[in-house]
């Protein structure tokens, strides 16, 4: 699985994903009919659930925007867990505070501003949730992804969760049918993932596992358009 990626197809698919997230973010509220922020993934619920306890844990919710699964992993851990929301783009993280704040769980919740491909996670620490939901495939390469998906493994607590939503096999349909490559920070197909979730995963107990196709209708430079992809989702327990 080498990496083929070149400066400038990172620069501009990172340019493309800050350039979407930001607009959506800035038009679209938490919770709005007719777009993905309406609800939390079921994937995320489901991790949720299975983390719940009599115990308070610490959870990470990686790619965190304006708070979509921040707040119910903050209102559905035992009481007492506290929730570290990272998310590169400083303005989704200012959202987030102001909606962590209307649902009453600003107490609970850490909001970082950080670069998922240098984000380390505190050594003093474990974790007994961590979510990654259309998140560790923003980076610049399966190298890079690999890396972070190993210190989400080391940073997880005996017993504890890491929930994946993956995005791959990325294209772009325009309304006549033609067929783009998408504007990604780097090509990645769905065999890839598994591969590297077989490898930073091997011992693992897999709680849950699916792949499907998914489809989200998106807007460039006043272009219609639909995103194809493959979404891998994953929740694995790390071994007690």
Sequence with gaps: MPDLVTDSMFAEGRAE?????????????????NSWLLEPDQLVLK???????????????????????TIPMA???????????????????AHLK??????GVSDMVTPVV?????????TS???????????????????AMR??????????APGGLVALGIFADRIEELVDGTIRPALVEFDLD????????DEVFPSWIIEYTHTGAEHVPEERDGIPYQLESTLIQFIGRKPR
Excluded: W
């Design 17 to 33: 994903t800050l350039r979407y997230h930001e607009d959506l973010y800035a038009s679209t509220p938490l919770g709005a009919a």
């Design 47 to 69: 991790a949720i659930e299975l983390s719940r306890g009599a115990n308070p844990i610490l959870a990470f919710d990686l790619g965190a925007g304006v708070g979509r699964h």
């Design 75 to 93: 209102q559905g851990l035992a009481a007492g867990s506290k929730v570290i929301a990272v998310d590169v783009i400083p303005s989704a993280i």
């Design 98 to 103: 102001t909606n962590c704040a209307a649902a």
């Design 114 to 122: 950080g670069d998922l491909e240098k984000f380390t996670f505190d």
């Design 125 to 143: 620490m474990v974790a007994g949730l961590i979510v990654g939901f259309s998140a560790v495939e923003h980076v610049s390469s399966i190298t």
């Design 147 to 156: 890396a972070l998906l190993c210190r989400c493994a080391a940073a997880t």
């Design 190 to 197: 769905s065999m890839t993932v598994h591969t590297v979730l």
